[in-house]
């Protein structure tokens, strides 16, 4: 498989606190990479470095092929102003936005798509409903419909599977899954459980990264990261990501 | 006629039309003639355009001011404006291009200023801004026009002039909401977002801030410093009551603006109030009463 992102010796932090140092991470086509670590690790701002709204301090990120505006954004559930009146269909819409296009009103295909990817998820009986008024696993799903409708190359989540129960959390794992075969996909997430059966690779983050492959996670590297036990155990059947002892 | 005459700002000389207009009409309410009759002075031609100008901007700025919360950046720019209006009265020139220029200033400094101090900063602006006023209205020597009517605005002193200075003002800011509406709305939703999708974020929002700027400019003069903030959050609010729909509060704002500028006005006139109070009051109230009625038909609702 080959390098789709590439991170070297990145280091960044805001004033003169450094949040992440020398972090590599290479992340491949049609990965499924669970980005892991505790609040203030520098996961979120690991994805913002990705994407381009904060530059490192030093060191490099390179992304291969033209992926101007097909970087997919799901930022965390609570981040979008609540105090703003928008329909679901709105704010899908705003997907689309891009710096050549803002001054132009929407076409009718930005619609046919908005409308096309709100039935996808599931949505579009409520896609004339305001955003605020909606659950949180509705919300999570319009954030993902905004971040799909510019067809990227690779979906950015950061915390996913906070605040929304747990059937749509299944469902949302489905859906990840399913849009795995085509692109890559990258979860931020203090919680990998509910990812234990889907992701492919794991990195925990905590101002150093640590790169795993499936399988091979550590307790006493996690312990490190953490700096405390910590447990990682799935509901219902027994699969742990814990390598075998 | 040179701009800011004293004549020209001084209130008795527009007390005197109306008083003398009282004289020969006898009875005050005289249905539609009375609306003609009164429509034919120019002061309250002018008044009556100024604040269905004023209105129109309140109505495409306001949503975005109450949306993206930024009511106390609002207030301290109209009263940095009271800096530029005694500056420009001491030097003699309009004091509407005084304030303009503090105003627009004000902005490049608000929209510059780091999130994390801008609070601290506008706090301080807005004193400043008004001790400068203070200061200079204080040396301005022999006649010293009336502060209450910086403080409180008196549309009834509208000139021909301010009604065309109001227009192009009101071309300045809806312009650009009706090219940049899709970029104003993706900052004042998802900022972070805008940012990913590689929006000019910085510059839209400086952006709205001057806009915010010239809209403050127009209102001062219909309200005044003090009661900008109410002509801009008031008719948002009510909106707010009746919709969720971005560009319909946007239109109802307008529309109760207007509503409440023409019914203040009348208040004032009849009962010989201060105009921008008068027209404050009609909205709070009028506010109070739709948001009572909202209340009472939601409990009905629940209790039936």
């Not at chain 2, 404006?81 to 400094?109: D, N, Q, R």
């Not at chain 2, 929006?199 to 900008?228: E, F, R, W």
Request: with cysteine.
């Amino acid at each position: 498989m080959e390098h789709f992102i590439e991170i070297t010796d990145v280091s960044f932090g805001y004033e003169d606190i450094p949040v992440i140092e020398n972090v590599s991470l290479d992340i491949f086509e049609r990965d499924f990479l669970l980005l892991i670590g505790p609040n203030g690790g520098g996961k979120t701002t690991l994805l913002k470095l990705i994407l381009g709204i904060i530059k490192p301090w030093s060191g490099s990120i390179r992304i291969l092929g033209d992926v101007t505006g097909r970087l997919g954004y799901v930022p965390q559930f609570a981040s979008f102003n609540r105090n703003f009146p928008i329909s679901a269909l709105e704010m899908v819409l705003t997907g689309c936005i891009s710096p050549q296009n803002f001054l132009k009103r929407y076409t009718k295909d930005d619609m046919e798509k908005a409308e096309m990817i709100l039935e996808k998820v599931n949505l579009h009986d409520k896609r004339h409903e305001n955003v605020k008024d909606l659950s949180g696993g509705q919300i999570q799903k319009v954030l993902i419909a905004r971040a799909l409708i510019s067809e990227p190359v690779v979906l950015l989540l950061d915390e996913p599977t906070a605040s929304i129960d747990i059937t749509s959390k299944t469902s949302l794992l489905d859906f990840l899954n399913k849009l795995n075969e085509k692109m890559t996909i990258v979860v931020v997430t203090h919680d990998p459980t509910p990812f234990t059966l889907t992701y492919r690779h794991i990195a925990c983050l905590n101002k150093n990264l640590y790169f795993h492959e499936k399988g091979e996670l550590d307790a006493h590297i996690l312990e490190y990261v953490y700096g405390c036990p910590v447990e990682l155990l799935g509901h219902g059947i027994p699969h742990t990501i814990l390598k075998k002892h | 006629m040179p701009c800011g005459t004293v004549r020209s700002w001084h209130p008795s000389y527009y007390f005197e039309k109306t008083l003398t207009y009282r004289n020969y009409s006898g009875s005050r309410f005289r249905g539609s003639r009375f609306m003609e009759n009164i429509l034919s002075y120019e002061f309250m031609q002018n008044a009556v355009l100024t604040g269905i100008m004023a209105s129109v901007i309140c109505g495409f700025i306001g949503p975005f001011i109450v949306t993206k919360r930024m009511v106390f950046i609002s207030g301290g720019l109209s009263h940095t404006a009271f800096g530029g209006l005694g500056i420009a009265y001491w030097l003699g020139v309009k004091p509407l291009y005084g304030a303009t220029a503090f105003v627009l200033l004000a902005a490049g400094i608000i929209g510059n200023l780091e999130e994390k101090i801008s609070d601290l900063f506008i706090g301080i602006l807005w004193a400043v801004g008004v001790a400068v006023g203070i200061i200079f209205i204080h040396m301005t020597p022999g006649y010293t026009p009336d502060l209450m009517t910086f403080l409180f605005g008196n549309i009834l002193m509208a000139s021909r002039t301010d009604v065309i200075i109001t227009l192009i003002l009101l071309f300045l800011v809806t312009l650009p909401i009706f090219i940049f509406y899709k970029g104003f709305v993706s900052v004042a939703l998802d900022e972070e977002y805008a940012r990913a999708r590689q929006l000019p974020v910085k510059a839209l929002n400086m952006g709205l801030i001057v806009l915010v700027a010239l809209s403050i400019v127009t209102l001062i003069q219909v309200v005044g410093i003090i009661l900008v903030i109410a002509l801009l959050t008031i008719p948002v609010a009510i909106a707010g009551e009746m919709s969720m729909n971005f560009k319909r509060i946007m239109l109802l704002s307008i529309v109760f603006g207007i509503v409440i500028c023409l019914s203040g006005l009348s208040l004032s006139y009849f009962l010989e109030l201060p105009s921008g109070a008068s027209i404050i009051l009609i909205g709070g109230m009028l506010l109070t009463l739709i948001k009572g009625a909202k209340k009472l038909s939601s409990h009905r609702k629940t209790t039936v």
